[in-house]
């Protein structure tokens, strides 16, 4: 009965391919975020949607763009990849935008560009 | 813009003992809320502790408490009774907005990669 899904959980691809990631969520909650987590463990925003209103967007190649089709859900689209994409994508959730409780995020999708 | 700076890349405490990560942050907003997350090698983000800004209180959570200093900005976690299974990453984390028409989200310091040993 996981809380926050993501799928898949490894990813390796070639550079230049195009390749989703999927997050799903069954809390109820409002809103919805992708972080990136590099090789060095940092954790960075790329976007927010709340009831699938895009509300943050970083400043991230629009070579990612990120579908949400329902407030349960909200997918990351991913064009032409490098090689500096390499990283663990961590979906998020949380109700409202998450000052009283956090986020509660999904366990990652290991991203390998080769 | 707000930062969140973890001055300890690296921690090492004994089975049962107490250790102290530090956290420092930036930010000219009066009303704020800050977190620790704990990811263990299973790479799962799991929230440890919350603490409102405008709370005198420290936070605890069963061997978990944080000692607040809004005047200095500080918000360092303490473990007691240390077990294995705390060896993980602890990240704080400080929830702010870049400006006023930006939404919400979560800013987290690089991180502190506690090991317990026995």
């Known amino acids: 009965d996981t809380a926050v899904s993501q799928t898949p959980k490894y990813l390796v691809t070639q550079m230049g391919n195009d390749k989703s990631i999927k997050c799903e969520q069954n809390l109820g909650h409002d809103t919805m975020y992708w972080y990136k987590q590099d090789s060095k463990k940092f954790l960075k925003i790329m976007f927010s949607?709340?009831?699938?209103?895009?509300?943050i967007n970083e400043t991230v190649p629009n070579r990612f763009s990120p579908k949400s089709p329902d407030k349960a859900h909200l997918n990351l689209h991913i064009n032409s990849l490098e090689l500096g994409d390499s990283a663990v994508y961590f979906c998020a959730s949380s109700q409202d935008e998450g000052q009283y409780y956090g986020y509660t995020f999904g366990s990652g999708t290991r991203l390998t560009v080769v | 813009a707000q930062t969140v700076t973890q001055s300890q890349p690296e921690m090492s405490v004994q089975e049962a003992e107490t250790v102290t990560l530090s956290c420092t942050y930036d930010?000219?907003?009066?009303?704020?809320?800050l977190f620790w997350y704990k990811q263990p090698p299973s790479r799962q983000m799991i929230l440890v502790i919350r603490?409102?800004?405008?709370?005198?209180q420290n936070a605890t959570e069963n061997r978990f408490s944080v000692n607040f200093q809004k005047a200095a900005k500080s918000f360092s976690l303490k473990i007691s009774d240390s077990q294995l299974g705390d060896t993980a990453m602890y990240f704080c984390a400080f929830m702010g907005r870049k400006n006023s028409n930006s939404g919400y989200a979560l800013n987290f310091g690089k991180g502190t990669s506690l090991l317990v040993t026995p």
């Open positions: 930010t000219s907003e009066s009303n704020y809320y």
């Open positions: 603490q409102e800004a405008y709370k005198q």
């Open positions: 949607y709340n009831n699938k209103e895009l509300i």
